[in-house]
Nanobody, 124 residues
């Protein structure tokens, strides 16, 4: 079965850091743009950060710019989201998603593959 698997979520205090990982099962990521999305209770899902298949282009939603960094290591078939200076409002389930087109991934929110999500909770 082709799917994405996230890891690295957890409970962290405000100001702390976490690194999320996204790895595929059954395929390789090097032809896919990857996006990180999140959904907090009672809120709509939002796109957080995106990276092109080569890693040459990245984008971030305004609320995480300067705090989050997306990267990929195609030799390890993994995409990362480094999250620093975490705030309580970052609390959500984080999902990674893949599509061959970065533009389609960003504009449609309809990827070819979704992960199952990993919980990030920022609380003292």
């Amino acid at each position: 079965q082709l799917q994405l698997v996230e890891s690295g979520g957890g409970l962290v205090q405000p100001g702390g850091s976490l690194r999320l990982s996204c790895a595929p099962s059954g395929f390789t990521l090097d032809s896919y743009a990857i996006g990180w999305f999140r959904q907090a209770p009672g809120k709509e899902r939002e796109g957080v950060s995106f990276i092109s298949s080569s890693g040459g282009r990245t984008s971030y939603t305004r609320s995480v710019k300067g705090r989050f960094t997306i990267s990929r290591d195609n030799t390890k078939n993994t995409v990362y989201l480094q999250m620093n200076s975490l705030k309580p409002e970052d609390t959500a389930v984080y999902y990674c998603a893949a599509h061959r087109s970065l533009w389609t991934l960003i504009s449609s929110g309809r990827p070819d593959y979704w992960g199952q999500g990993t919980q990030v909770t920022v609380s003292s």
